[in-house]
């Protein structure tokens, strides 16, 4: 079957992706690796540093959702990639000088959240505006395909050559990766029409909430959001506790811990790739409802991990069915989300959505790094895939159908 053509403009935007999230697959958990293995970071130090970051980033992102959502998004997203390359940059820099600190970590860290957050709203308001309705599962699904296959190249190369040739070394593939994209989303010549505000909802006060209020406003994308932001939050909190357990405690080298991640994103490929058939044969609710309570109950198999091959190999077998049901789920949820947002709340409604993921995810990690420093991270882990259980209770009941499309406003 012949690939769906999106239009010369997606292509440009989803190769501009593609390239960023390589570089991010090759520098995963570059922030972990070079706390632990250049600072000598200990877990609470590790988890302040995933919980921080976010946070700060997230409290950075609040006030930028008006502004990216009433002007230009193509120059918003370059500019924030260029952002991303220039702070990432100075980690090398302070490397290479023996200047690095845990301060700058924490700093860049939240610099590349809150960029990242603005970035994701002015890409995803710019795909609506030239993506036509019925092909944005496809293209959702495209990007969701791309960013489980970076992640199943990136992390071993990345481990190998952290291996090789020192900890910041994927961070220098990261940053350039940023700068790459910016050049690709630069490269689309199309003229855009810089939005119009309604009023002067541009500048009141009251536009910094107007994502959450259509959030919370809506039952739909209320509940999937309350139970995104839990489900990431506690996945994303066993995150560090992970690399002190394998790096630190069991000694896994660093090119078998970034394996532990990327074997099991092959599945992410199929799980993209069955999104539309899957959609269409059963529905957007039943894919919420079975998939959104498939991808919780696999957590709490990383409490069994332990070193060696066997460890090894639980990490990638939890991992693996975690992110089949996360590569179906996600670009449903990303299509939904977009089919019941007008165009004109776009960015905002973006940005309130990745800021209390962000927050959730900080908050769960700071808690997790708590629990890990008075117990061990393997208690932490074990009461996450616990907590997790309980999501599936926030999912919505009952289907409800996308608004008629309107003119709208870019």
Known sequence: MARRSLGRQFGW???????????????????????????????????????????????????????????????????????????????????AFGRLTFPQLLLVSAVVAGAKIAFSAASGAYLKAIVRPGDLLVANARFESTNWSSIAVGPPLGGAAVGLFGPVTSVVADALSYLLSALGITAIRSQEDAPRPAGQSAVRAG???????????????????????????????????????????????????????????????????????????????????????????????????????????????????????????SPVLATYRLEHTPRHRVARTLSAWSIGQQASIAIFTALGGLLAGFTSPRTAITVAGLLILATPLLLPRRPRPAPAAGPGRI
């Open 13 to 95: 935007l989803w190769a501009a992706y593609a390239v960023s999230a390589y570089g991010s697959g090759f520098g995963f958990g570059a922030f972990p690796l070079i706390a632990v293995l250049a600072l000598h970071a200990g877990p609470a130090e590790v988890s302040a540093l995933s919980a921080v970051g976010p946070a700060v980033g997230a409290l950075i992102a609040v006030p930028l959702a008006p502004w990216v959502e009433f002007r230009r998004k193509r120059p918003i997203m370059i500019a924030m990639d260029l952002t991303r390359f220039a702070v990432m940059a100075s980690l090398a820099v302070a490397y």
């Open 207 to 329: 536009a910094l909430l107007d994502g959450w209020r259509h959030i919370l406003g809506h039952p739909g994308l209320r509940s999937l959001w309350l139970n995104n932001m839990l489900v990431a939050g506690l996945i994303m909190a066993t995150e560090p506790l992970l690399a002190v357990l394998l790096l630190r405690q069991f000694g896994f080298p660093p090119w078998q811990y970034g394996l532990a991640f990327a074997a099991p994103c092959a599945g992410g490929l199929l799980g993209s790739r069955l999104a539309r058939r899957v959609v269409a044969r059963y529905g957007q609710h039943r894919i919420f409802r079975t998939v959104g309570t498939l991808r919780a109950i696999w957590l709490i198999g990383l409490a069994f991990v332990r070193p060696g091959l066997a460890g090894l190999l639980t990490v990638i077998a939890v991992e693996l069915a975690i992110i089949i049901s996360m590569s179906l789920y």
